[in-house]
């Protein structure tokens, strides 16, 4: 069937080291591919986008991969700071009819940042 | 200057109860959204509205309705509340910009305690 999900449920890092966060994704329609960050008690929040046409995207911080070969993506964080706590989710994004598009979302990496 | 606001943030209601949640958005966006969060799960799709007059069934969307009542507000419905709608409900705008996908912004939450 069709999913998204990640490879771990959590991780931990200790402060200042890079973090990378997974992804698999199955469905080889989909063409563009979301990040966001959900810190307790907020609503998931934008953190940085990638389309099919591109293996590399970089933010402030983070950059993203995708593999279309193998469906992976991963989210990378350089120097892991303790506000970078959250859970994490990938979102794929497809046209699913006309002019529709579906998005659907993993069930989320809990990050952890060590003191 | 939230540009999603969902209320209420907190709900407690009885078993067979009518209850509403509302969202309202400052960003001018056509399309909205409703979901629906459960520990340890990923986001939901309840129902979706790319305008005014378009509604859309998501993947769960049994036991609840919508009303897109203005361009800025898209409400949620619980007809006759039952325990297992105990969950985090989020909104969600988003505008299809020139092809390249579809990212979400997604308001604080609301979160439903059904007795």
């Known amino acids: 069937g069709e999913s998204v999900g990640l490879h771990l449920p959590t991780l931990s890092v200790q402060e200042g080291d890079n973090s990378i966060i997974n992804c698999a994704y199955s469905n080889s329609a989909s063409d563009y591919f979301i990040w966001y960050k959900q810190e307790s008690g907020k609503g998931p929040q934008f953190i940085i986008d990638i389309r099919s046409n591109m293996d590399k995207r970089q933010g402030q911080r983070v950059t993203v991969l995708l593999n279309k070969t193998v469906k992976h993506l991963s989210l990378q964080i350089a120097a892991t700071q303790p506000g970078d706590s959250a859970v994490y989710f990938c979102a794929e994004n497809r046209r699913s009819s006309g002019s529709a598009r579906q998005l659907t979302f993993g069930s989320g990496t809990q990050l952890t940042v060590l003191p | 200057d939230a540009d999603v606001t969902q209320t209420p943030r907190n709900r407690i209601t009885k078993t067979g109860k009518r209850i509403m949640l509302e969202c309202s958005q400052t960003k001018g966006h056509d399309r909205m959204y409703w979901y629906r969060q459960d520990p340890g799960l990923g986001l939901r799709l309840i129902y979706y509205?790319?305008?005014?007059?378009?509604?859309n069934k998501g993947e769960i969307s049994d036991g609840y309705s919508v009303s897109r009542q203005a361009q800025a507000k898209f409400s949620l419905s619980l007809e006759s509340a039952i325990p297992n709608q105990t969950a985090l409900y989020f909104c969600?705008?988003?505008?299809?910009?020139?092809?390249?996908?579809?990212?979400?912004?997604f308001g604080p939450g609301t979160r439903l305690l059904v007795l």
């Open positions: 969600a705008t988003s505008d299809l910009v020139g092809g390249k996908g579809e990212t979400q912004y």
């Open positions: 509205s790319f305008d005014v007059k378009d509604i």
